[in-house]
């Protein structure tokens, strides 16, 4: 099968992978409908995790081909979506609905997703199927609930977004742009979207975003505080994972206030005396998508959310490497990858 | 009136100041019972924090003398207990909860309650009025309200403590050890006191733990694993204040589980990374103790708990030096001061 292969910084291949096969009984195989380039996949990309000829991707719809003799759930021809992180679904952590950390937890990155196949471990625990074949145009929004609006929709739930409550949302990515999305969803009164680019803060506001602030870090908070009487936000959702952005998301929130954060920390270091005055309540990590899959695909099939609005370049799987440049470059959001 | 000064780190003096007099409209004067000394005055004490000439103490118990015209909840003679915090009770973050960062707060510890009197800005807000006058046993029981017993209980709360978990606690000082007695009273199913020192453990069992660890740091974190499947705890309190304690307490927790930490941080950096994947909440900071009072004095009043008991020195206002000695040698685990 076709695949694409990161062989260092910068160097993107799409070429011939081994075509995955059934290895464990709870094991399913699916054939990759469609799959993405994720902002995550960036940092190897910009050479700030370190990568050697490693599979890429974790975003994944598709049709299950082939199952294990274990699994239950899922059978040959079910049209799935699944998260990121492979999970059994039935441990203490993944009951308390932690899926992303299950005790039998694989990164689905390993496996690599950006590819005609992929192998997804624990299939009864990871994948859930939708009620039936998905019409094309719900694709985007499915293949967008396997991780990034999953991502952001648990962003909004850790920062405890809900009625009455003013959040803003720091990042304006994928993620952040689907937080303002599940922030709309959750009851939020007002939604303060962080963006200074013009196409992303007409989305945020398609998405439900009240305000849009175009300052970033002390200027940036400063402008939240204006907007909430000097107190901060009550629910701020941090989804880039630098210093600056984890800073200004934790200045925005008002004391007693929540901060939930899903952009993957790099160089981070949150001093511990700051932290303790704030006051506040910090929650995050990677996404338990899973937890949240079933309420999200009710909403896509139902269309009453269209998170697929993000993926604003489509590319064949061969042009990864086109795929990859352009979200580098930020000429575009998110792109999908047909298969 | 006689006071304590802390001249520079290590030189404590009780000497003349100034009688406090009312100054806002919204002030109440008290004659202190009984004031005492808090581990977070080590930090001074041992050259951690910066000190010049300061008076010293935030905790106290006693009867009001004056008021300002504007003071409607307590009144001349009333007996109270206020938190190290003077909290208006009204604005919109004491309203959530969070009265030690209120818009308008005053740290009582600038105004140095180690002393025959003291000044207590917003006295509707911050005092809260016993039943009647105690009996002279729950004096040391109604102080630690006003700090030890009111931190350790917030830090339970922000660990989310309830039925069928298990707690472990990081730190067997006063306000860990009250940490314990809050958790017990919050139905921990298992308490986990972290502790080398047989006083203390003895103490943790009488407040509720069921299980001691002398083990810290990696060794201290391996042991929690063991104690709960491998998974960490659900909450775990955080009652010391150093990087070795944080990590020691964030380690210990399991993916989804809680932190809440309450001791005041000092040179503490976070890493980033490795917060965002152990998937847990951390929540903490100076403890809204004003939240709680009312409970806490209801729970001593009916002689429910007996928070006192931590108090293992008592010593009259004039050596006050020596409590201080007593508490930096570990001879004492908490130095009651009568008035």
């Known amino acids: 099968m076709r695949g694409v292969i990161m062989d260092a910084p910068g160097e993107i291949r799409v070429d011939d992978r081994d075509d995955p096969t059934i290895l464990e009984p709870t094991d399913a195989i699916i054939k990759i409908a469609a799959t993405c380039v994720c902002g995550s996949d960036l940092w190897p990309y910009r050479g700030i995790e370190d990568v050697d000829h490693a599979p890429m991707g974790h975003e994944y719809v598709g049709t299950v081909t082939a199952i294990g003799d274990a699994v239950k759930t899922v059978k040959v021809g079910d049209f799935v979506v699944g998260s990121f992180f492979a999970s059994d679904n039935t441990c203490e952590i993944c009951r308390a609905g932690y899926q992303s950390r299950c005790v039998h937890a694989v990164p ?3 496996i690599g997703t950006q590819a005609e196949y992929a192998r997804v471990p624990l299939a009864d625990g990871t994948l859930v199927a939708t009620p039936g074949r998905p019409d094309a145009d719900l694709i985007p929004s499915l293949l967008a609930a396997s991780d990034v609006l999953g991502t952001g929709w648990f962003a909004a739930v850790a920062a405890e977004v809900g009625p009455g409550k003013t959040v ?3 990042g304006d990515g994928a993620v952040g742009l689907l937080a303002v999305l599940a922030a709309e969803r959750l009851g939020a009164e007002r939604i303060i979207a962080m963006s200074r680019h013009a196409d992303r803060q007409a989305l945020a506001r398609d998405f439900g975003a009240t305000d849009i ?3 970033r870090g002390d ?7 204006e907007l909430t009487s000097g107190l901060g936000a009550h629910s701020v959702i941090e989804a880039v994972g ?3 952005s984890m800073m200004q998301a934790i200045r925005s929130t008002r004391p007693g206030g929540h901060v939930g954060y899903v952009g993957v920390s790099h160089d981070v270091e949150l001093p511990g ?4 005055f704030s006051g506040i309540h910090l929650h995050g990590g990677p996404a338990p998508v899973r937890r949240f899959l079933p309420e999200l695909i009710d909403l896509i099939w139902r269309r009453e959310i269209n998170p697929g609005k993000v ?4 590319l064949p ?4 490497a086109e795929g990859y440049r352009a979200m580098d470059q930020r000429r575009a959001t998110k792109v999908l990858l047909t298969v």
């Open 108 to 110: 689905m990155g390993a």
């Open 311 to 314: 993926f604003d370049l489509t």
């Open 168 to 170: 803003a949302v720091v």
């Open 317 to 320: 799987l061969d042009e990864a």
């Open 273 to 276: 005396i700051e932290l303790f």
């Open 219 to 225: 200027e940036g908070v400063a402008k939240i505080k």
């Open 242 to 244: 630098t210093q600056e």
């Open 213 to 215: 602030v175009e300052e």
